[in-house]
Structure formats: structure tokens, C-alpha cells
């Protein structure tokens, strides 16, 4: 069965360091999500690509986060510089697009990256 | 704006006792209605989901959810709990006149004790 891989799965840095965090999601996929969650909660939207475009990065914040995906396959989200508040799990997601909206609609999540600044 | 309640932070069921997670929900329009599952330090796995149709869906290890659009409920349910069955479960939501962006809930954690 194929599935969203992640990398790292754990992360441990100094604030103030940069971190960067790799998706690879389900082939063929065209669309892929970034979430954070942070313990205790349920996640919420980073930012949302269709194919190589951002569709929505509304709760992004931007001037430390940053997120790509060149190629529109694999994507990177990066941390510079990482603050204590930034330790959560980060979620990589993914969903197919074309075709009835019950197979578009399911997002299929990868294992996370845990993420520890200290 | 969407938001999603999950009105109970635990949920204590013996093994073989039917199991409920309750959800309710706000959003503009018609929604469409999610359930994940998360273990321990890993990501979420996806149980069932109301799009359209019967209001009862079936999904992944005996799981159900019934969608109350008069309620503006979609509760979790398993007839039988067995103690894998543990975990956290997530319940999410996307109005249909807003693509792709899940509004989740705060999470159920289930305990299902031998």
C-alpha cells in the first residue's frame, strides 16, 4: 500500500537554528498539505499545494516558515530561525485530485516529524 | 467561520462494550465529515468520511459514524471495542465551498481497558 513518507521522524535543535523537514507524498497525488500539531490538539493547515502552486498558506507564518515544492512532487517546509512555541509534530498530507469528489476528498497522512526546540 | 467540537477529552470503554465518539460541528453550507485515527508518535489514519448519501457510513475496522444534519452531529461508533482500539481519535470537516482545507477537533483519547 503506498504511503506519505517523511524525514526526519525527530528533530531536536537550539532555537534560533534552521530546520527543514521533507514529504514525499503518495505518487501521483497532486495535491499535498502541511500541518502542525501541537500536543493536546488536532492539527492545523500550514499550507496547501496543487501540484507546484500554493493554494492556501493563510496560516503560514511567513516570516520564519517557508515551504516548497518545485517539482510539484516532493516538498520541503523549513523553520528559520526555530522558536521554543515552533516544538510540535509536523504532518505531511497528501489527496488525488480529478475524478468524483469522493476520491479526491480523502488527504492521506504520512508519520509525522516530532520536532524539539530547545 | 468552520469549527468542530469533540465534547469529551477521554472516553473509558470496556473491551466488548459498544464504543461512541461524539462530534459536532459549524460550518456555511453543506459539510463534508471525517474520521481519523492516531497512534502513539505516529500520523493519522484515516477511518470514514460523509460526502453525500446514506447518512450511516461504514468504514476501516468495524467502525461507523451517522451523519445528523439536523443535529449537526457525526458520532464515532464501534458495536464491539477491543482494547487496540486505544488511541486518538480526530474528527475534521470541509465546508464545500472551501477546497481541501480540514478544520480538525481538538481529539477524543479512547481507552478500552480488558
Known amino acids: 500500500e503506498a504511503e506519505v513518507a517523511q524525514s526526519p521522524r525527530y528533530k531536536i535543535t537550539e532555537k534560533s537554528q534552521a530546520v527543514a523537514f521533507w514529504c514525499d507524498p503518495i505518487?501521483?497525488?497532486?495535491?499535498l498539505y502541511w500541518y502542525r500539531q501541537i500536543l493536546g490538539q488536532g492539527p492545523e493547515l500550514l499550507v496547501q499545494?496543487?501540484?507546484?502552486?500554493?493554494?492556501?498558506d493563510s496560516q503560514l507564518p511567513k516570516d520564519r516558515f517557508s515551504a516548497e515544492r518545485l517539482k510539484g512532487v516532493d516538498s520541503t517546509l523549513k523553520i528559520q530561525p526555530a522558536e521554543l512555541g515552533d516544538s510540535a509534530m509536523y504532518l505531511c498530507?497528501?489527496?488525488?485530485?480529478?475524478?468524483?469528489?469522493?476520491?479526491?476528498?480523502?488527504?492521506?497522512f504520512g508519520p509525522g516529524t516530532r520536532l524539539l526546540v530547545l | 467561520a468552520q469549527s468542530v467540537a469533540q465534547p469529551e477529552d477521554q472516553v473509558n470503554v470496556a473491551e466488548g462494550n459498544p464504543l461512541t465518539v461524539k462530534c459536532t460541528y459549524s460550518?456555511?453550507?453543506?459539510?463534508?465529515l471525517f474520521w481519523y485515527v492516531q497512534y502513539p508518535n505516529r500520523g493519522l489514519q484515516f477511518l470514514l468520511k460523509y460526502i453525500t448519501g446514506d447518512n450511516l457510513v461504514k468504514g476501516s475496522y468495524g467502525f461507523e459514524a451517522e451523519f445528523n444534519k439536523s443535529q449537526t452531529s457525526f458520532h464515532l461508533k464501534k458495536p464491539s471495542a477491543l482494547v487496540s482500539d486505544s488511541a486518538l481519535y480526530f474528527c475534521a470537516v470541509r465546508p464545500t465551498d472551501s477546497w481541501g482545507k480540514l478544520q480538525f477537533g481538538a481529539g477524543t483519547q479512547v481507552v478500552v481497558t480488558p
Open positions: 498530507a497528501s489527496s488525488p485530485v480529478g475524478g468524483a469528489v469522493e476520491f479526491e476528498e480523502t488527504q492521506y
Open positions: 505518487s501521483g497525488h497532486a495535491t
Open positions: 460550518v456555511s453550507g453543506n459539510p463534508y
Open positions: 499545494f496543487q501540484d507546484e502552486s500554493v493554494v492556501d
